[in-house]
């Protein structure tokens, strides 16, 4: 059984800065890839950034340039990814989802078989 924890996230200002974190375990442990989706009211929840399990990132077209995805080396039984949020906007404002090893070759779709609560990110304008 897989569990992903989030912290982070909160009010902030637009041109702020947010940082989300996001650990990951199970037993027995397996290092894979890491992504964040965001879900705002009333739309689909949308890809924001993803890391492979050898650091490899994409990002999504409208976070590009601004938000920065990394992890930290991985431990026996968990690994750490952090979301880097720049240059906030009101439209970046949604709830923000941690997900844990991919079940398809797109890192791009939200099937992953491990995922967060969620955090509330408010961009105030």
């Known amino acids: 059984q897989g569990h992903v924890a989030e912290s982070g996230g909160g009010l902030v200002q637009a041109g702020g800065s947010v940082k989300l974190s996001c650990v990951g375990s199970?037993?027995?442990?397996?290092?894979?890839?890491m992504a964040w989706f965001r879900q705002a009211p009333g739309k689909e929840r949308e890809f924001v950034a993803s890391?492979?399990?050898?650091?490899?990132?994409?990002?999504?077209d409208s976070v590009k340039g601004r938000f920065t995805i990394s992890k930290e080396k991985a431990t026996a039984d968990q690994e750490t990814a952090h979301l880097q949020m720049n240059s906030l906007k009101p439209e970046d404002t949604a709830v923000y989802f941690c997900?844990?090893?991919?079940?398809?070759?797109?890192?791009?779709?939200?099937?992953?078989?491990?995922w967060g609560q969620g955090s509330q990110v408010t961009v105030s304008s």
């Open positions: 997900a844990r090893c991919t079940s398809t070759d797109n890192p791009r779709r939200p099937e992953y078989m491990y």
């Open positions: 890391i492979s399990w050898s650091g490899s990132t994409d990002y999504g």
């Open positions: 199970e037993r027995p442990f397996t290092a894979c890839g």
